[in-house]
């Protein structure tokens, strides 16, 4: 099945700079790529993602990248503010899946140190 | 809207214990997932529901069993628990009709196994 991989664990940047969250995936089949942010207490949600048609999407302030040749997407955060600290999830889903089943990432803990 | 709705939000179940975690959704999705969140581990799926009557056992089904109670509901039940099941649990659901099935989590709730 699918197996998505996710780094770095933890990313800590001062508040202005850029932050990078990569992952990649282990079926190439997989056509969809979310990426979702958890607040402190709260559930995950979608910030942004990007179908396998597409080689880049942005959306102000984040953008996803997906070279589907090597099997990775990832995350670029421009201009970070503190309230961008969250941890961060990517995940892949399978056609072959028809229920919407998304494999998620480890996880990235983001500090945006002020 | 409530979107999705998770009870209880905090649990202490002593070991071998059983308890239900129940969950509601209000956006007629025919999806519905059962995660659990460990730290360094992402969100592992456990069990998920395509539609109301079927049930498919994910990542992580074992000590685990689910029912899909009708289109709203999808409950999660612990027949006997154990320390290893100490984790926060994310009920989600979502819309399958497209490749960009954005799920919709709850709250989650906290259970520590003692």
């Known amino acids: 099945g699918e197996n998505v991989e996710q780094h770095p664990s933890t990313l800590s940047v001062q508040e202005g700079d850029s932050a990078v969250i990569k992952c990649t995936y282990s079926?190439?089949?997989?056509?969809?790529f979310p990426w979702y942010k958890q607040e402190l207490g709260k559930g995950p949600q979608l910030i942004i993602d990007?179908?396998?048609?597409?080689g880049e999407k942005k959306d102000q302030r984040i953008a996803v990248t997906l070279n589907k040749t090597a099997k990775h997407f990832s995350l670029h955060i421009t201009e970070t503010q503190p309230e961008d600290s969250a941890v961060y999830f990517c995940?892949?889903?399978?056609?072959?899946?028809?229920?919407?089943?998304?494999?998620f990432g480890q996880g990235t803990t983001l500090q945006v140190k002020p | 809207n409530a979107g999705v709705t998770q009870t209880p939000k905090f649990q202490v179940l002593k070991t071998g214990q059983s308890m239900t975690l129940q969950c509601a959704q209000d956006?007629?999705?025919?999806?519905m997932y059962w995660y659990r969140q460990d730290p360094g581990m992402g969100l592992r799926l456990i069990y998920y529901?395509?539609?109301?009557?079927?049930?498919d056992k994910g990542e992580v089904p074992n000590g685990y069993n689910v029912s899909r109670l009708n289109k709203r509901e999808f409950s999660l039940r612990l027949e006997s628990a154990a320390p290893s099941q100490t984790s926060v649990y994310f009920c989600?659901?979502?819309?399958?009709?497209?490749?960009?099935?954005?799920?919709?989590f709850g709250q989650g709730t906290r259970l520590t196994v003692v």
């Open positions: 956006m007629n999705h025919n999806s």
């Open positions: 990007i179908r396998s048609n597409v």
């Open positions: 989600a659901s979502s819309e399958v009709e497209t490749v960009n099935t954005e799920a919709f």
């Open positions: 079926d190439s089949a997989s056509n969809y």
């Open positions: 995940a892949a889903k399978a056609p072959s899946s028809n229920t919407g089943k998304l494999i």
């Open positions: 529901s395509a539609s109301e009557g079927t049930t």
